[in-house]
């Protein structure tokens, strides 16, 4: 048996919006006109090709006091008076869409009743709540405070007490995957013939949600191996000017990097099943600004003993000196690329560049013959900056609810956030160790590549818990 769950309730509370972010599906037709969902719409919730629960979308109650004075009268003579209803219904034009909105429940759906709790209850609201009473199905109310106002829950919750077997506060735009794996155990307890089927389905969906974490931190690694092995080469001419080169290569440098994330990133899109998706991130995010931006560095990289611990400081530390940094110098490629290349211009007048392959221990970019070079990546907190990079992604993609739609209102709801700046010896030494192989053996290489994988997904899973 499949469970199937009605999403029902007035006009424009919300219906569709939850069905939308609990089925994590962005078809889901939803808008600010009441009336926008005009008929019984079912979406299946498929998880390794297999169909493990229903829910159906219906339309909102048109005429709910005629309906409540209808089914009492039938509670009380038929011994199915949701049949009843239908059967007398179906000759009164005014209760076509009632009707119809009943239809899944009549075939043996669970209910989830949604309202905006951001508004006081009515009497129409409680007229509805006794209609869904009458049913006597398993139901489940849910408060979808539309606004944030939560000076009506109080009432709201002890309506929902005489009327549903339980009840939770559950918002369409702001639910993470946590909120939704807690509403479905909930729905658990609404019925205790539905406890076994239900409860394969929470573990159905804790298993999936673990596989796309496995996938995530794959997509993580080969976008941090592509991305730290990237080479980007321009000739170098007697007559070229230096500084135009330097930009040309860094442009084209960061050209492809973003080329990479953004892979990455439709890649981490496609698994969280955000098809229609085109959201913006919040104005102010770090993700907006481009990789090599030395922003970037300095509020997503390391700390300075995670350097210390990295052995970054090495080559660095004589060039630029450990004040520089701890005034907060955003420390990394772009600065000394400009720094060594600087350098190198000042020097350009008729002297042989030859032998300067490394300057800071850093030899990018680095002059082979002819040829100036950036990449591979020689400064370890490249790594970090990337890292940071896919995991704010990470965490907008996997709270980004799907019945969320108001792309263009984003606002300061998430916080730019260094991951890593608090990890301690133990992972950064997986970091180094995965930084250091790049330069080794295939196997070697595969081998660092496996341990940071692993550490990956203990780390999305924390995000995802939080
Ligand atoms: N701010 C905010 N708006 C919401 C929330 N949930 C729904 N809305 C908005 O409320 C409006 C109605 O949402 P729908 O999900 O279409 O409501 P419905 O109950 O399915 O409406 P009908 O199909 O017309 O009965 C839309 O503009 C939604 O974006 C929420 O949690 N917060
Ligand atoms: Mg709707």
């Not at 034009?93 to 009632?98: K, Q, R, S, V």
């Not at 307890?189 to 573990?203: A, C, F, N, R, Y």
């Not at 993609?397 to 990890?423: C, L, M, P, S």
């Not at 290489?445 to 995000?463: C, D, H, P, Q, Y």
């Amino acid at each position: 048996m499949i469970p199937e769950f009605a999403i029902m309730g007035h006009p424009n509370e919300g219906k569709s919006s939850v069905l939308s972010t609990l089925a994590e599906d962005d078809s889901v037709r939803i808008s600010d006109t009441p009336g926008e969902t005009r008929e019984c719409r079912t979406f299946p919730v498929v998880i390794d090709g297999r169909e493990v629960l229903r829910f159906t979308d219906t339309p909102g109650f048109q005429n709910p006091a005629r309906v409540l004075v209808e089914l009492r009268r039938m509670v009380e003579t038929e011994s199915d008076p949701l049949a009843a209803f239908r059967t007398f219904a179906q000759e009164i034009p005014e209760l076509h869409d009632d009707r119809e909105l009943l239809t899944p429940v009549s075939a043996g759906a669970g209910i989830i009743y949604v309202v905006d709790g951001s508004r006081p209850v009515r009497r129409v609201d409680r007229t509805e709540m006794e209609i869904l009473r009458l049913t006597g199905k398993p139901r489940m109310a849910i408060i979808n405070c539309k606004d944030g106002i939560t000076e009506y829950l109080e009432a709201w919750k002890l309506e929902f007490r005489k009327n549903f077997n339980s009840s939770r506060i559950f918002n369409a735009h702001r639910a993470s995957w946590a909120e939704r794996i807690s509403l479905l155990e909930a729905l658990k307890s609404i019925d205790q013939d539905w406890q076994p089927v239900l409860g394969e389905v929470v573990k159905a969906f804790r298993r999936d949600w673990a596989e796309r974490n496995e996938q995530s931190a794959t997509i993580i690694v080969e976008l941090l191996s592509t991305c730290l092995r990237l080479e980007v080469r321009g000739e170098l001419q007697k007559e070229s000017r230096l500084d135009a080169i330097r930009e040309t290569l860094l442009e084209k440098y960061g050209e492809k990097l973003t080329a990479e994330e953004h892979l990455a990133q439709s890649r981490l899109r496609a698994l969280y099943k955000h098809n229609i998706f085109n959201y913006q991130l919040p104005p102010h995010s770090l993700l907006h600004s481009d990789i090599l931006d030395e922003r970037n560095w300095a509020l997503l990289g390391l700390s300075k003993s995670q350097l210390l611990i990295t052995g970054a400081l090495g080559g660095a530390a004589a060039g630029l000196g450990l004040d520089v940094m701890t005034l907060g110098s955003s420390f990394g490629l772009f600065a000394t690329v400009g720094g060594v290349l600087g350098g190198i211009g000042a020097i350009w007048g008729g002297e042989s560049l030859a032998g300067q392959k490394k300057i800071l221990g850093i030899p990018l970019p680095s002059l082979g013959g002819e040829q100036l070079q950036i990449g591979p990546a020689k400064e370890i907190n490249m790594l970090f900056i990337l890292l940071n990079r896919a995991l704010l992604y990470y965490r907008h993609i996997i709270n980004w609810a799907h019945g969320r739609r108001d792309y263009e209102k984003v606002q300061k709801d998430n916080t730019d956030e260094n991951f890593t700046r608090e990890w301690g010896k133990e992972r950064m030494i997986v970091c180094r160790d995965y930084f250091a192989a790049s330069g080794r053996s295939e196997q070697e290489l595969k081998n660092a590549e496996e341990k940071l994988r692993k550490l990956l997904v203990k780390v999305l899973t924390e995000i995802g818990d939080q």
